[in-house]
């Protein structure tokens, strides 16, 4: 099964949209019925052709006995059931509709309840990241697995900042790249040590961290700048977002028996992004899909580890970037797919059919069809 990914206005106030997503060659369009601040493009919609969305919203109608202390905001740049409109006009081009549920990526929220964010070693706040080391966000991730497919009605459920966010984000003005931090670095400002994290850390873990950031350059990877103590932080990461992911699966089996789940996974113990860290699998999962938006020998390398994390009865996707800097070449987008394919995707997620020119579109079409 091919996926493209939209956003609900995407679709809403466009006679033409499913039509033309359908016409992309995919079975299912990932529709966003939770997503975070953005600023996009719309060069098909016949209304605007950018959108600012400035705050994280639920595309659904927001019930306020659903929700615990957190709870999501209702968009007012689009209709609050935006995603059911879409739904069901996606569903009469032919179309599956998964629904694309962002959790802890969520700065609305953050910015409320600033004692439930991600810290870094400094104590600096990340406005953007809840941290599921907390009850509350635990709770309120679980609150809004079951609202989507409770209201929403999907056919297949994915779920995207399935763990703790970091460092990397790209907020207003990002103005962080003059200090010269490298990976290593931004991997060691992505731990977190909030309320809810610190103690779980062994002893003098937040001054090793600190220690090595302001040593630049000093340590090729995270296990070296954090030495002995680096099996038990590897471990305490990677428990953090596997318990909110087999939270979250229990949930929605539990709300929903027959409806499959994808999970945006990354085999990298140290992830802390919109892809969360699975470095031992997760059998709970049908589909398990990795960023390939890099250098495509990483992006491959990433996708073959996860399939062998898979077992055999789930599917692995490569999420395919179709917009800049990707050239709108079908040739080369090809090339891409058969690649990814060969380190053993057998589905891909094509980003973005909202956000893409004509011309990409057309690339995206052309290089489903050259690789089928």
């Given at each position: 099964m091919n996926v493209a990914y939209a956003y609900p206005w995407d679709i809403v106030?466009?006679?033409?949209?499913a039509e033309r997503i359908a016409g992309l060659g995919v079975e299912a369009v990932a529709l966003a019925a939770g997503y975070h601040a953005t600023r996009a493009a719309t060069p098909h919609h016949p209304d605007h052709r950018v959108l600012d969305v400035p705050y994280a919203a639920l595309y659904l109608p927001v019930r306020p006995s659903s929700w615990g202390r957190l709870a999501p905001l209702t968009p007012t740049w689009t209709a609050p059931d935006a995603y059911l409109l879409a739904r069901d006009a996606l569903r009469s081009a032919g179309l599956q509709v998964h629904a694309w549920t962002v959790l802890t990526h969520n700065s609305a929220l953050g910015n409320a309840n600033p004692d439930l964010v991600v810290r870094n070693a400094f104590g600096d706040p990340y406005p953007h990241a809840l941290c599921p080391a907390f009850e509350d966000v635990q709770d309120y991730c679980g609150r809004l697995v079951r609202e989507v497919l409770t209201v929403g009605g999907p056919d297949a459920l994915i779920l995207?900042?399935?763990g703790p966010m970091g460092f990397g984000h790209q907020s207003t003005h990002e103005k962080t790249a003059g200090a010269?931090?490298?990976s290593t670095d931004g991997d060691l400002m992505s731990l977190c040590f909030c309320t809810a994290c610190a103690p779980r850390y062994p002893a003098?873990?937040?001054e090793r961290v600190r220690?090595?950031?302001d040593t630049p350059g000093n340590h090729p990877s995270v296990e070296d700048a954090l030495g002995p103590l680096a099996d038990e932080v590897r471990a305490?990461?990677?428990d953090l977002s596997a318990s909110l992911r087999r939270r979250l699966l229990a949930t929605a089996r539990e709300t929903t028996p027959e409806v499959p789940i994808t999970v945006h996974a990354d085999p990298d113990p140290w992830a802390a992004g919109s892809f969360a860290a699975l470095p031992e699998g997760e059998p709970g999962a049908d589909v398990l899909v990795a960023s390939c938006w890099g250098e495509p020998a990483t992006d491959a390398a990433r996708l073959a580890r996860l399939t062998e994390l898979s077992g055999p009865d789930q599917r692995v996707g490569a999420y395919v970037l179709g917009l800049p800097p990707r050239p709108a070449d079908a040739e080369a987008l090809a090339d891409l797919l058969r690649t990814y394919a060969k380190a053993g995707a057998s589905e891909f997620h094509l980003y973005h059919?909202?956000?893409?020119?004509s011309r990409r579109l057309a690339a995206m079409t052309?290089?489903?069809r050259l690789t089928r």
């Open positions: 106030g466009d006679p033409s949209a995207e900042s399935c010269d931090w490298t003098g873990t937040r220690a090595a950031i305490v990461r990677v059919a909202g956000l893409a020119s052309e290089a489903l």
